[in-house]
């Protein structure tokens, strides 16, 4: 395929000089001449294992050249991908300025190729791929709307576009992009995401076709993890030390659980946490680390995220102005009459402090058959629970005007209306959660 990379830094470098690798006609682009000159030398404008004899090999063959000119690039081009920067502005906020203008100008040059439908490329037209990082909506609501308006027609019909967000790192970025983790093509149309993966054809590595937005959700997801995992091990291991524990040893064992630990466990959006172990053991482990003056910033705010997270199925409640709420589930997670610290009791004790008139039912919870430290729970937690404790689905679901589903009981399931009925709050992510997005009165905390 003939591609057009826009902006030659580390990302646009690596993916010019690769692609040109696996065979396609690449033409780079960039405002700073000097990297121009340079890639058009054979030389590498950034420093990255193997990409200065990459860069040297492409260009002596004629698969990768340069240029400053756009108009050029996209002439001469049936895909473009965008490679810009998006740095933090001072405040944090995501900087698009860079997209925007290099989108305003292959727009006016692809107007300038001219008539729609003649713009080239697999089905006769051009194609736009978004591979700099960028917040979710950025494609569809600010870039597609300039190309539309310089172009003078519709992405999707008169050209493609896609977001390929880029999961390579710096330092083995040459090596990344021939093994990569996965590849992600976010389309507008098939028709752009078959451009997408043609281009990447030959490349191991699963390949994700979903829409825009996901795409560029994705990225942050990745990088909000890794962040998170070092920020995590550091953490432990600076408490670790404190407390005289050889932290690599425990981290050893700890990356050994391949069930629990690194897996897909806990790893889907839901409800709040609780029960009697977790919130328990990050209150004693964060207390330790500042009695021996170690900052866990992240260990600390764990609790406190779980709580926000409590707080926004209060919200949606509240949002929804009716006062009779149903709640399925109490216990703190399903296949136990376990209540200590579980969310839902939490939940129902703020609902109920707020005065909202409660109907409360789960199975593996009735009042007659709580004993020991789960009965003492319930009567020091929540003494008013065994008034507000139904015996049937239905009971519960004659009371409500909302309905908090924070169980995955299938006699809970089969009976939860449809449509008409009760406002459905869904804490866990329903099995039918997709399908119901579309009805009115459903609300999901965790879509
Ligand atoms: N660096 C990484 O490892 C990495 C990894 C994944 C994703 N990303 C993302 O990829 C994007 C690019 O990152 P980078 O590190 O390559 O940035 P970079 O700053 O190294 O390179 C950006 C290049 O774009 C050029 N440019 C700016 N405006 C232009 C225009 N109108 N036309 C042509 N060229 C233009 C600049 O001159 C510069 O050479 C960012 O969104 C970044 O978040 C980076």
Redesign the pocket.
């Known amino acids: 395929m003939r591609v057009s990379v826009?902006?030659?830094?580390?990302?646009?470098?690596?993916s010019a000089a690769c692609l040109a690798g696996m065979g396609h006609e690449v033409i780079g682009?960039?405002?700073?001449q000097v990297?121009v000159d340079l890639v058009n030398d054979g030389k590498a404008?950034?420093v990255e294992e193997r990409i200065g004899e990459l860069i040297a090999e492409v260009v002596e063959t004629g698969a990768l050249r340069a240029t400053?000119d756009?108009r050029e690039a996209i002439m001469g081009s049936e895909v473009s991908l965008v490679?810009?920067?998006?740095?933090s502005e001072p405040n944090g906020s995501l900087c698009t300025t860079?997209?925007e203008?290099?989108t305003e100008?292959i727009g006016a040059a692809l107007a300038d190729r001219g008539g729609l439908g003649g713009l080239g490329g697999l089905g006769g037209r051009h194609t736009v791929v978004f591979?700099?990082?960028?917040l979710p909506g950025t494609a569809l609501n600010l870039l597609v709307p300039i190309l539309e308006k310089y172009v003078g027609g519709t992405a999707g019909v008169d050209f493609g576009v896609a977001v390929n967000?880029?999961?390579?790192?710096?330092g083995t970025?040459v090596r990344d992009f021939f093994d990569p983790p996965k590849t992600v093509v976010g389309e507008l149309d098939p028709a752009s995401g078959d451009v997408m993966t043609a281009l990447y054809d030959g490349l191991p590595g699963e390949v994700f076709r979903v829409p825009v937005a996901t795409a560029e959700a994705i990225?942050y997801a990745d990088?909000a993890f890794h962040g998170l995992k070092i920020g995590f091990a550091n953490e432990l291991g600076a408490v670790c030390q404190a407390l005289g524990v050889d932290s690599h040893q425990v981290m050893d064992v700890f990356l050994a659980d391949r069930k629990l630990n690194i897996s897909p466990a806990y790893l889907r959006p839901g409800f709040a946490f609780g029960g009697s172990c977790l919130p328990k053991d990050l209150r004693s482990l964060v207390h330790a680390a500042q009695r021996a003056d170690v900052s866990v910033p992240i260990l600390a705010h764990v609790l406190p995220s779980n709580s926000a997270h409590l707080e926004r199925a209060v919200e949606l409640v509240e949002r929804t102005g009716k006062r009779r709420v149903g709640m399925f589930g109490l216990s703190f997670k399903p296949g136990t009459d376990d209540l200590r610290e579980s969310p839902l009791v939490e939940l129902a004790e703020r609902l109920f402090g707020k005065g909202y008139d409660l109907r409360i039912h789960d199975a593996n919870v009735s009042l007659s058959r709580l004993l020991g430290a789960n009965r003492e729970y319930v009567e020091t937690r929540l003494p008013h629970l065994a008034q507000l404790l139904a015996e049937s689905v239905e009971e519960v679901l004659e009371h409500a005007e909302v309905c908090l589903v924070g169980t995955r009981d299938p006699a809970v399931l089969s009976a939860l209306p449809h449509g008409d009925g009760p406002t459905i709050v869904d804490l866990i992510h329903l099995p039918d959660a997709e399908a119901r997005r579309a009805e009115p009165g459903y609300v999901g905390l965790a879509w």
């Not at 682009?29 to 700073?32: E, G, K, L, T």
């Not at 490679?83 to 740095?87: F, I, L, Q, S």
């Open positions: 826009f902006g030659l830094g580390y990302v646009g470098c690596v682009v960039d405002v700073n990297k404008p950034v400053g756009v490679c810009v920067g998006t740095p860079y997209l203008r290099v100008q591979r700099s990082t960028m967000p880029e999961f390579l790192r710096e970025s990225k990088n």
